[in-house]
């Protein structure tokens, strides 16, 4: 994908070796039984990938390194090369490690005429990275994203499990100082938001 | 004109998305009066309001709601399309927020009606906080008795509604594709009729399946509670009842507006507030997969399912639609529509799930041209080939994304020709230094979409 016009390969994130899977599981005595509460809710093991996945990039820190997609192949008893091909398909899995907040800016459509990539470009000057990159301090990843679909408050930049609206290049230095002081909206945070929203009230724990 | 509020008539009263001040404004109403009639009859009620698909494509609801075989043989299964991803459209993210209850109590009615057992929503893994509004939604719909064992009270009446939540991809948004999600597969679609049979029959997990839009679903409860005969005396003739439309770009008020079929697009940025920013250039009425309108143009388009745009390839005509999923972006005079564009085909190539060879290879093809295009290296023969790519795609492609690909560069070409042309000749945009989206830096290309 990287060979592509257009496409320009993210930093030390082609052709890397990878080190095989070893077998030290992770998994929560509470992740466990979220797993539980959700295989309950499909016919088959299988259907669970997804959210096995989302428990399993809340576990292991907001990313889905390989030991991570084999505890999930191994706890729903499905082929590692299966569940890898699941967590590659879909943008939201993360394959490396984020910054602490994951700034996602959507450049699509709407956002793109209401200056989205005048907030990218800012934002590539004020971090020192480019997008796709993690700035050196771990705290801001940059990246842009297709329509995030609130096109009304364009443009749109999502951090963690939030959205962020009307965000110019005038005002997205605020944003980054309120991230920079806030534990809140990590990828951890949305991995984890979105586990819970599979669990019903009545089988959740307090 | 104004709009014609349905569904979102009590969007703004205060905690209604608690289910409490929800029943005090009539909520759960179509779910009773559906309750006590037979199943037939619910679905003659959707069949006379006319309800069509809201997701894009403006199927007849009662078709899908009726094909669901009689016996349950197999379980059957209710899935809620909530993987709103069309560039343009935020209706169901609202719709999901402020007014849960409508969309869970049309899903409800609608598991009544094919007798299904179980149901799902798919939500996009984005929608985190339309996600929390469903969550708390059905928890409350439990605890009074709305989901779980014997409905209202209705023996042998049981339904059990799960979330699924998405992680990033446009095509889950596909019926197949997303039926292939939620069976933990990646999200490409599968093989269609003639060649599989329908989702009603065989869906997901083999079994039959009833699959409809947010908008769909909630439309059906509020068509329950005051009758399919009251429904279908808005709209027109051909479309029905009311369309939430997402305005968004250079207007004043940018939002959701509710409005019947059949509405003038020149009325729709109107009640939008006008445009901003200068004069008015194009509108895309139906998200980023339908053909761009000039402005010139806009006083012949109405919003309804009959309109169309004609495009023609060498050998064949194309009749494409105009309302799709209702994102309606209005773009001003300082718009360049040839970078814009650009951005469409960025986001197919990014979006198209690899599957099939037109779209793969097609998308890809058409964001280079318009790439080199758009950095001062475009050739003469460029638009022709673009054409030529379009119609190698379109109809060709596994699935609608491919289409959906093409049909906006063939509206863009149609209509804004010159606008390709002086980009070839002068390599410099029409529109000035100025042009809203800036054209991208030569050799900095923006689109680092590569999974990471
Ligand atoms: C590429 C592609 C993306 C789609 N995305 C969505 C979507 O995000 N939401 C939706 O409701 N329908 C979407 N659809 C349409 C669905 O396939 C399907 O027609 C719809 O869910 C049926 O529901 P309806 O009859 O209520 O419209 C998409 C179709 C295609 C081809
Ligand atoms: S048209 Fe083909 S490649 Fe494109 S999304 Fe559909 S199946 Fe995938
Ligand atoms: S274009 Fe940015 S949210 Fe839709």
């Known amino acids: 994908m990287s060979e592509q016009a257009g496409y320009v390969p993210v930093v030390g994130a082609v052709a890397e070796p990878q080190p095989a899977p070893e077998k030290s599981y992770r998994f929560s005595e509470q992740a466990i039984q979220e797993l539980e509460e959700i295989l309950t809710h499909y016919p088959d093991k299988k259907s ?90 771990g705290e801001f990843t940059l990246s842009e994203v297709e329509c995030l679909n609130y096109c009304g408050a364009a443009t749109v930049v999502q951090v963690g499990d939030k959205y962020f609206g009307n965000i110019t290049k005038e005002n997205v230095d605020e944003l980054i100082e309120t991230l920079r002081n806030s534990n809140e909206f990590t990828p951890a945070d949305l991995a984890n938001a979105i586990v819970r929203l599979h669990i019903p009230e009545r089988t959740a724990k307090k | 004109m104004a709009e014609t509020l349905v569904l979102l008539k009590h969007r703004d009263v205060p ?41 894009g494509a403006g199927f007849p609801a009662w078709i899908k709601w009726s094909g669901i075989p009689k016996d349950t043989k197999k379980p059957h299964y209710v899935l809620c399309n909530a993987d709103e991803g069309e560039p343009g459209t935020f209706k169901d993210r609202e719709l999901m927020l402020k007014l849960p209850h409508m969309v869970i109590e049309g899903m409800i009615i609608a598991a009544y009606a094919t007798q299904s057992a179980k149901g799902y929503i798919y939500i996009r893994g984005e929608f985190v906080e339309s996600a929390r ?60 009729f003639p060649h599989a049979p329908l989702p009603i029959h065989e869906g997901v997990w083999q079994s039959p399946t009833l699959i409809n839009n947010v908008e769909t679903y909630a439309a059906a409860s509020q068509i329950l509670a005051h009758g399919g005969a009251w429904y279908a005396t808005m709209g027109t003739e051909n479309s029905k009842g009311t369309k939430i439309i997402s305005v968004s770009g250079h207007v004043k008020k940018p939002g959701n507006y509710e409005v019947e079929l059949g509405y003038p697009v020149l009325d729709m940025i109107e009640l939008a507030g006008g445009v901003t920013g200068g004069k008015l250039k194009a509108v895309i009425p139906g998200g980023s997969s339908v053909p761009i309108i000039p402005a010139e143009l806009c006083k012949d388009f109405k919003l309804d399912y009959d309109a169309h745009q004609v495009v023609q390839y060498s050998m064949r005509t194309m009749r494409l639609p105009v309302v799709g999923s209702g994102g309606f972006m209005v773009f001003n005079d300082k718009t360049d529509i040839v970078v ?9 190539t990014h979006e198209s799930c690899g599957k099939c060879t037109p779209c793969r290879e097609g998308t890809r093809w058409i964001f280079k041209i318009l790439s080199r295009i758009t950095t001062g290296g475009g050739l003469p023969g460029d638009i022709d080939l673009l054409v030529n790519i379009c119609d190698q795609i379109d109809g060709r492609s596994y699935c609608g994304l491919g289409d959906a690909a093409a049909w906006p560069i063939m509206g863009a070409i149609k209509h804004f020709r010159h606008e390709f042309e002086y980009w070839i000749e002068h390599k410099r945009s029409p529109v000035g230094e100025d042009c809203l989206p800036p054209a991208p830096e030569p050799l900095n290309p923006l689109l680092t979409l590569t999974p990471v």
């Open chain 1, 48 to 137: 669970a990938i997804l959210p096995a996945l989302w428990i399993a990039q809340r576990e292991y820190d907001g990313y889905l390194p390989p030991q991570a997609i084999q505890e999930v192949a191994d706890r729903l008893e499905r082929p590692f090369v299966e569940v890898e091909g699941v967590a590659t398909f879909y943008t939201m899995y993360n394959l490396r490690k984020r910054g602490r907040h994951h700034l996602e800016v959507c450049t699509c459509l709407t956002c793109a005429v209401m200056g989205a990539y005048e907030v990218v470009h800012h934002l590539e000057k004020r971090l020192g990275v480019k997008v796709g990159q993690t700035t050196s301090d």
């Open chain 2, 340 to 348: 814009l564009m650009r951005r469409t085909a960025e986001f197919y």
């Open chain 2, 15 to 55: 905690g209604i998305e608690n289910i409490d001040i929800y029943e005090q404004h009539g909520g759960y109403a179509g779910l009773k009066k559906a309750l006590a009639m037979e199943r037939d009859a619910v679905i003659n009620e959707i069949k006379t309001s006319g309800l069509r698909g809201r997701g």
């Open chain 2, 133 to 192: 509004s469903i969550r708390r939604a059905i928890d409350q719909a439990y605890k009074k008795g709305y989901l779980g064992k014997s409905i209202c009270g209705k023996e042998g009446f049981d339904f059990d509604l799960y979330i699924h939540m998405g992680a990033g991809s446009y095509e889950c948004g596909e019926e197949s594709a997303l039926m292939s999600s939620l069976m933990g597969e990646r999200g490409q679609p599968r093989l269609k």
